[in-house]
Structure formats: structure tokens, C-alpha cells
């Protein structure tokens, strides 16, 4: 009996008898190691558990908290749903099952169509045969042996051909009665998985290719623990009742046509919140010195050669042959903004020289990954790019966090978190240069006293950045805003300015938005406030209610005072009942629900209902008006008397 | 001798002997007449005044006042150019000079290329051929005549080719001796010409393609009096100085770049020209019930195949294929709009639907023919189109005239004309509902007291339409609003709407633009105004200048006053003249120049000088504030104390 030495990621070594297994060495740490571990990685290789373990080697236990014992979670899930689909539709035959992004799927060649009913079936059948745990074993095949397991399922024999023509090992997986080729690694029993979901099912094709067999797939997800499974279900129910695309089509803001996909046409209540955002950014814009321009959506291609996007991004640009020369749609707004700034000799004293835009921009994304506003073809960014002197770094990253921290935290009220990317491995331009940025990013930062992670060699080859991601109310993170120190792209077009000391410098430019794009922007402000969005964005801020129709006179007054002051009102003058007309205003997320009658009418006043669902009685309409304004020009996003 | 009977336009006839010629029936008939006639119109046909008429005859005395007797005016004045060419470049060979838009070209084979001086010298020998009063006579010559006279200029002998070959008359005319080739007619002899200049050379190819000799062109104008000529120079001076392309560039309102031909950059300062205009369009859109929206710039081929543009437009439509199908980009909104309405069943209470937007909208117009702002390839409408029921359509014109009358008269103080075009030859729908869409049209221009021309038969062959052209302030004509109804379009998308009874019905449509395209709006703004935009449109609107920089103080506070209240002001404090800074303050079209010095300070007071040059000394900065207000908030175009 030989001793073999283990080395711990913590870089401790323990001495075990050869042969011993990992989830052994894991038990040895510790028990709750031991009832976590799923995989282990092995000399930077992962295998199962139950290996036996040899030589001297360097282990470390991978749990869920691991991106890959999630993966493995998943996909050990996935062979326990083949597992019960064969016990229960023994003429299914099972293909591949991969673990995907939010869980797995299985796809199966089968002449029948799964039904609801079945995955309820299969679900429980999966229990059962999880509750037996079933200890998983790994097998090492001859292509021959293989065959012969798989006979058949042609799927499996067409795999195992390409295996063994690629000169790869065969292997297989069991658990119970049933076997599965597979790579591996696995769990090493089946009674680790608990708490699953089969979510839907889909068709598919062999291979994804159409002109193959269709196949019948299972998606599901799958977690370590029950609670776990039900907050995601929760949260994913929640997200569901806040879908923009769902909410946007229901309230009549935005919609999509199969005529132009990836791109939303905003109804006249989307325009308004659209609209809005616009003046609020412009009359922002008009305070900070930036400069709106209106340019070109084509541009010819030697332009996208010069900045580059010719030779790295073509596929990603819309391109039209115009009398014989190739133009494209531009994806992006520096190269316009280059030309507008070339276009006379500035001077250090034009710096910073800040040119804002709204152009609608156009990137080729595949029709697959359209999803709503969150992933479109056509958009408009907040976008400005900003030229500056590269002593003015500092103060100018400072004054765009300033900005940005206004927008998210003072307008917004969004949690967000901050990253700083730095220099990565392949970089352009001096490394002095790298750090004297980097540094006056980090100075900027803590100026503002603002908290961030650093991204350690993330930033572009260009110049360092700073990301925005905000959490939205049901712990989703998005990244929004993006800081981007670029000097490469100026000194392609030879962009310079005039210095204090009569010679040319090459300018730095700042690239940076900070809502992102406009429609994505929407997008996540609708799920964040489930359409309850804050007054001042809201397409219709306010519903005045009558409880009989002989009040419609004085609802009117009221409504001409309000919409003097340039606000957006209704009247629900409909012979319904009161608490009819409030569910409806309340399902058009209607901010300010106002109601009139008898008593109001008296004494001119208005009974409230705010978007929080808080009502307050006998309010003054003067009073109201005031605080309304109040609300709106504070850009608040609660409404409270 | 036998007499003749020679009809005249009125009716009346008269009595000549056989022989007689146009020129001297003209003279017969009233000197003036004599003198005035150029050409003559016999039985339908254009003919020299000296051909004999040997026939009773129909015959019209053509003058300068008709369209034909411009043009051989133009034709006759090219002829002498190209008899004083012949003369001072005896190498050269005179090919084709056609009379055009605004005067007439002469296209020569030489290897010397004209200079200014040569245009001088040939101009003088014009006026001296001109001066002698040559006879003009016509010649019909056969292939072999016409060979020997033009022996030795290939080009001539290749159009002679051409007529033999097409069995058409070969036909010359001569002056003193110059003769050239020509289908004629011509003027009867060199002494009508008497106010010409040759304006520009250019290089040319024959029959205009490169793959032919170069040949090297003269252009002038041609008028048949003194008086003319001068008023023409001074207008085109006028026009010049005024040029929105040169005064974009200047002021740095806009400007082009070749990388994107014929789509306008608007600089910072022509941006807030733009958004000013939209700004106007929004409130008045709120005001008037049009609904806003936002929608895509790129739809599927599909989509114009319903609509017709890709039957008959897609000349003009820039194409795209994306994952393998075509796409275009948008060069109208009516598709969109009409998506927009199809998208849920409206009712008639929902009409009148009014859908605005500002999509830019893009048309392959070739880069021959694009010209500044007005001959674009990227612009943007003050586009909409109003739903209807059929018999809505008086009122609802009647709502788009006041709109219209409003922006052109109350606001820009424009001269307009009005004109209705009425049912083609070609047309779609029943006479019936022809005649009570023009009666509803008529019956709304008549309502609101619009006096209009018909244009009988050019309405488009989907429905008559209403047009309005203004007048600008050095007279050109300009056409910019189009009200046009149309069934047509709705049907073909089966756009329809339930009424009172219950039933579908067809939707009627109004498209409508009332200032055209943004862009070339601005751009006849700019040469109407000749700069010296209205107040509440001019980028940069007051500007304070001091005296001295220790007024700067003083200078500051009014500035902070004024831009409190949302104007665009300047301070312009640096230590040159009051002058210069005036000077340039006017050069930069500032509608509002204010001086402060130290009477100013004590007095709590500013000198006001408008852009009519008007000066107000000793104003109350508190009272003036109140002024610009009232001029801005009232949209006046000029500003008056």
C-alpha cells in the first residue's frame, strides 16, 4: 500500500492511501465538503468523484458554487429525464441532452408529441428514480461494446462512428437500468438531485440542421435545493408579469412586425416616454456643455475603413452598393463625430468639445437573438463623445460620473455597481500613457467617492473603462452605462488640436452613454417598475375618475388647469362604477388616479389614488397641482402628498 | 395672286395674299406685335417668321412671353455664341448648344480650354455680330450639301449621318457667314439679341459620355432687354450671397461630406435650429390632436410589394438583403402608419386618427442631381397621415388648412399660393366618390376663404390633392406643403374601420407634410431669410457685448436673467472694438446684439440693436427681458421694441 501525495488549492498537501477517491478526500476535509461535492478537478482536469485516484496530484472539489458543478448539476439533470423518458415512451430515442444557460434540455427521437400531461409524468417518474439514488457509473468502451449497447438508436451509433473516427475515447455513463454515452463527468448518484422542473418542450432537429430528423426536446432547470427551485420559480413568475415585450403590447407603448424584426415601433404612448427621456437628457445636456449634432445613418466604406469596423465589424453592419460604391448603415457614432471635429482646427481652448446624438443606429444581429428592446437591430444611443486634451482626464471622467451617478441614483433611484477595466495583455500605445489613465480614472472615481471593482486587464487595447450596472427591483443586474478612454481612434483619422504651446497633439476622446440605448433603456425601466413608471415619464400621469356623470363638468375644470401646466391628463367620464374605472386606470399603470363627486365638488378638492395604491381624501385641487408639479419638475420616482 | 385666309388664336380671321410670311402678318396687326414676334406657331407647328405661308393657316405669334419663344430666344442667343467662336477660334468645332433651364450652353471640340478673358472677348464679338443685324435664313439641304458645308468638323458630319439614317430633313441656318446645323426655327435675324453674358465654361463630352471626346462648353443667358438681364444678374447675386450651402458652411449651421453624399451634418448650432422646428411641431401636434410615433427605418420587401413601392418605386429605394431576404430602407412613412393602424380593429369613434413621425427617411436620388439642403438623400418629413371616414374628409382638410395657414402666415409671414389638382385621366375608384372628395376639398379651401388654382387632371390617379407653394423674399417659388387624399393605399392593405352600423368600412387616408423636409425647409429658411433667422429660431438668439471688460460683471448678470428663462445667449467680453464685435455679430446673423457700457450699468439698462439694424438706446434689461419673451413665446419674425 503506496502513499500519494494531494495538493489543496490553498496550496496544503495531504498524504492518502493510492487508489483513494475524491469524493473520499472531500469527506476527509469535511462533511459538508463531502455532501457538496459534485465533481472534482484533478490536475486541471474534470472527473467524477468515484475515480480512483492514483499519483501524486492537485485537487480541488467542485460544488455548486463552481460555473462548472452548475453545468454538471445540469446535465447529470438532463440524463435523469432521459433516464425516465425511456422507462415511461420505450420507443423514445435519446440524442444529446446539454446543460444551457438557465438549465437543460433533452432531445429525444420520438414520433409522438410531448403533452403537458407527459411532462408532468416524466417529472415525477424522475423523482422516483432519484429517490432511489442509483449510484452512477462510468464505462470505457470499445467502439464494438458501444455498438452494441446503443443498437438501434442510430443517433448514438452515428456518435460513436464520429468518436471513433476522431480518434476519441468512448465513453458511457449508468444509473440503473439506464446508460447514456457521454463524456462526462457525472454526479456520482442520482439522489443529489432534488429539486427540478420540466419548464416546456419544443421541436428540434438533429444536429440543429432542418434538413435532418425532427427530434422532440424537454427543457427544464434544476437546483441543489427545493428553496432554491422555488425562488427561481417565483422570480421567474415575477418576471414573466413584468416582461416588457408582454407590458409594451399590452399598454399599447411599443410593438413589434415580423416586416422590419429587431426593430420596435413606439405607439404614441411609447413616443411620449421616448420623448421624454429625449428632453430630459437635453435639457441635462444643455446644463453639462454638451453639443447635440444631427448626422447621416450611411456612410461610404472608406470611411469604416479608416476607423477600422470595416476590417473588425463589417459583419455586423447593414452594407448597400449605392452607383457602385459600398455603404453601410453605421453602427455606431465616432467615426461622424471625428469627421464634425476635423472638420476646422480646433484649439486647446475648444477642449473638452462634447458632441452628443441621438442617430438611430443599425447592427446586424442575428434574427435569432432579437429579444424585445433588450436586443434589437435599430436603436438610438444616449451617446456623446467627448475630445479632450489628455491633462483633462481626470476632471472630465469625473464630470461623467457626476452625471451619471445623477441619473442613475438622484433620478433613477437604482442600486448600481461600478468596474474599472485595466490595461489588457495586448495593448496599443505607451505603457506610461496606460498607467497616467488608469490613474486618473481611479482618481475620478474616489473624487466622487464612488466604490469600485477593478477588472483586472479587461479594458479594450485602445483604453481603460468604467461600467455601470444597475440591479433592478428583482435583483436582475444589467449593464448599462459605458466610460471608454480611447487615444487609438483619434490618431487614426489624425484627429489633433492646437496646444497652449502652438504645436499639434493628438486628442483623446471619451466614448460614453449612459442610459446604453435608448430602447433597452425602456426595456429595463418597464420590467424594473412592472409599467408603474414614475410621473414624470408616465404617457398618461393622470386619470380624472367622475362618480356620476353630473360631475364631468367639474372633472373638466380640473383636467384644463392641469393641462395649462403642460401635463398629460384623461378623464374617465363613463357611466361604470368608480371601482371599475380604478382596476382599469391601474391596469394602464396610470400614476395619479383622481377621483370626483359630490363632496369634491363642494369642496373643490379631489380624492388621490397613487401608483403605491395609498389614497388620500379631500385633497385641495391647488394644492395637488402644486405638488404634482412639484413631483414632475423633481423628477421624483414616488408620488406622496 | 390668291388670297389667304391665316386664322389667329382669338377666333378671328383675316385676309392675305399667298406668300405672305408670319413676320409680316405680325406687323400687320400691331407693331408692338411686329416687333415683339420671334417664332411663329403655323397649324400646330413651330416655324421661322420669314417661311412664306402659302395656305389658309391657324397661326399663333410666338414671344418672349411664351415658354417656346424662350427657348429659341435661348437657342438663337447659343448660335451667336457659337458664329463669335468660329470667328476668334477658327479651330474650333461648334457640336450642339441647346437652349436650357435658365439660358443656353454651346458645346465646342477645341483643344484650348476658355479662360475668363476668352469669355469677355467672345462676349464683345457677340455684341458686334449682334449689332450688324445679320439676316438669318434656313436652308434644306441634301446629305452631300450638308457634307461639304460642314466638311472637316466630324461631329456635324455624324449628326448629318444621323438624320439621313433616320430619313429626317437635313436642315442649316445661316447668319453673315456662320452657318450651323439646325432643325430650327430661329429668330429673323441677330438684332433681337441684345442683352446676353457668357456666365461659365466647363468641360463636357460629346453626347455627354466620358467615353467620347472632351469638348469644352460655354454657358451663358440671354433676356430680351437690358432691364432684364440687370434685374437677373442682381437676383442671382442676391441668390448667391444667400445661398444656404454657403451660409450652412459659414456659420457653421451645417455642411456635407463626401463620405456621406447628400445626407446633411447639422453642426451644434443648426441641431438647435432643427429641434426648434420639431420642438414647434410638438407643441402644436399636442395642441391639434396628432398622435407621435417612432418606428423603423428597415422593412422586408414584402411590405412595399403591398404598398406598391416596389412595383413602381424601388428605383428610388436603398436595398439591403439580410439573412438572405430584401430590405429597404424606408423613403416614406405611409407603410409603417398603416402597420400601426391595422394593428387592433378601430372603430369609427376612433377617427379621425392623426399618426405623426419624423423617421428619417432616405431615397436614392443620383449624386448628379443632389443640391445642399433641397436634393437630398437623408431627410426627415413633418410627415402624417390622418385616418378617415369618407365623410370626415371636408372637415378634416378643413383642420390641415388652418394648420397650414397658420405656419405660413401667422409664423413665417410667407407669400403663398394654393393649388388643387384634380382628377387624372387615369384614375382609380368611382367618379362618384371623385367628385365628392374634390367637392369636400373645394368646399374646405372655400371655408377657410383660400383662393386657389386648379390644375385639372393632375391629381394622382388614387386621389386629388391639395399643394402650396410660397413665395420667398427675392421671389422664387417654392413648393413645400401637399395634402393628399387617398383611398387607394388603405384598400390595398385592407385597412378598415367598424361604424356606427356595425359593418366594415374602408378607411380613407390624408397624407401630409406641411413644412416637406425638415432639412429643405431649413434650407429655403435660410435663403428666404437670408440668415437672420426669427428670434425664437436663431441658434444663438442675443448676444451681450461689453465695453469694456470691466462691464463683464454687469454683462454676466443680464446673461444669467436671460438664460434663467431658456434662451441661447453669449457674452462676447474680449477686449477688441464695440465695432468689431458688432461686425461679427451680425456676420453671425445674431438677431439680438446688446451693449453694455458704464452708462448701461448705472441706468440698469443695455443698447439694443436688431437685426433690421434698428438700435434702441437705454432699454430696462427687466423690460427688454420681457419683450424677447413675448416675441419668442409669440414666434414673430421680426423684433421690435
Redesign the interface.
Known sequence: MTAIKITLPDGSAREYKKGITAGEVAFSIGRRLGEDALIAKINGKMKDLFIPINEDSALQIITYKNKEGIDVFRHSTAHLLAHAVVELFPDAKPTIGPAIEDGFYYDFGISHNFTPEDLEKIGQRMQEIAEKNHKVERMELSESEAKSIFRGNKYKIEMIEELQRESQPISAYRQGDFTDLCRGPHLPSTGKLKAFKLTKTSAAYWRGDSKNDQLQRIYGITFPEKGMLDAHLKSAEEAEKRDHRKLGKEL?WF?F????PG??????K???I??ELLKFL?EEYKKRGY??????????K??WETSGHWQHYKENM???E??GKEFS?KPMNCP?HI??YK??TRSYKDLPLR?ADFA?L?R?E??GVLAGLTRV??MSQDDAHIFIAPEQIEDEIFKVLEFTNYIYKEVFDFEFEVELSTRPEKFMGSMEDWNKAEDSLKKALEKKGMGYKIKDGEGAFYGPKIDFHIKDAIGRRWQLATIQLDSQLPQRFDATYIGADNTKHNVVMIHRALLGSLERFIGILVEHYAGKLPLWLAPVQIKILTVADRFEKYADGIKKKIEKNGLRVEIDARTESVGYKVREAQANKIPLILTVGEKEENNGTVAVRTSDNKVYFDVKAGELLKKILENVEGKKVRFEI
Chains 1, 2 share one sequence.
Do not use: D, M
Open positions: 399599447e410593438n412586425f415580423e416586416e422590419s426593430a420596435p415601433f413606439f405607439y404614441p411609447g413616443a411620449i421616448y420623448n437635453r453639443n447635440e449634432v444631427i448626422t447621416p445613418l450611411l456612410y461610404e472608406s470611411l447593414f452594407v448597400i449605392i452607383e448603415l461622424s469627421l464634425i472638420s476646422k458632441i438611430p443599425h446586424n442575428l434574427s437591430r435599430k
